[in-house]
């Protein structure tokens, strides 16, 4: 994948991101992005508004598209995400047979900043169920990760 064509999905997933943090969500965004490369669907965190502590950008993005698309599987799909996708986000993802993702900012500065992922990468998430996924990291990332800085979470999850 060029460099530019993921820079211009994580541009989507940004937007996203910055709808929810106009809203007063935490400040990740993902996009759902198909075979041909067109994006099917873009998504914010909705955890405060939802109270549901699933409504994660990535979870919420995987759930419009399966239901857009009226499948439960998006293979050669993308999923593009502000932040690398949490183990919940990335276990959703592993399930509905996403085999490529990309991230802005790392677990790491994730963590950094306070919100948590507890060390676990999506990329061991996919190894740990002998998976084999293309993963691009840091795309935007400088983008990405000045939103997370900026919006440190209210509590500890």
């Not at 759902?32 to 994006?39: F, Y």
């Not at 914010?44 to 409504?55: E, G, I, T, W």
């Not at 599987?73 to 592993?94: F, K, N, Q, Y």
């Amino acid at each position: 994948m060029s460099s530019s064509q993921l820079e211009n999905w994580m541009r989507v997933a940004l937007r996203a991101c910055e709808q929810g943090l106009a809203e007063g969500q935490s400040p990740f965004g993902a996009a759902i992005i198909d075979p041909d490369g067109q994006v099917v669907c873009a998504e914010y965190n909705r955890v405060d508004a939802n109270n549901d502590p699933s409504a994660h950008a990535e979870v919420l993005a995987i759930r419009a598209a399966c239901e857009a698309l009226a499948t439960t599987t998006l293979e050669d799909h993308w999923l593009v995400a502000t932040g690398e996708p949490c183990v919940m986000c990335a276990s959703v993802a592993l399930t509905t047979a996403i085999r490529n993702v990309a991230f802005g900012a790392d677990c790491r500065f994730i963590d950094s900043v306070g919100f948590k992922t507890w060390g676990i990468t999506c990329d061991d998430v996919f190894s740990l169920a002998e998976v084999d996924l293309q993963l691009e990291g840091y795309i935007l990332r400088q983008r990405c990760e000045a939103l997370l800085r900026e919006a440190r979470p209210s509590r500890s999850i």
